[in-house]
């Protein structure tokens, strides 16, 4: 009984000892972050509009393509 007991205690400081790090953690990457919430929420709206637009030109640029091989095919075919 005495080695469960002990267990238990090691298991428990060993969880408090996480759940502390986990914390500290916490605090020190909120006190160390690059930019606040509203400033990576802006940042990353913004490389949503631009991947929007790449996407967008990457489409048209598919379908030019698109036209431009079935126009080849049409001439080599007959």
Not at 5 to 32: R, T
Not at 33 to 50: N, V
């Amino acid at each position: 009984m005495v080695r469960r007991g002990a267990a238990g205690i090691i298991a428990g400081a060993a969880v408090a000892g996480m759940m502390i790090g986990g914390l500290v953690g916490a605090v020190v990457a909120l006190l160390y972050a690059p930019s606040s919430g509203e400033e990576t929420r802006a940042r990353m709206r913004g490389k949503a509009i631009e991947l929007q637009d790449t996407l967008s030109q990457a489409k048209s640029k598919a379908a030019e393509m698109k036209q431009r091989a079935k126009t080849i095919a049409d001439e080599k075919l007959g």
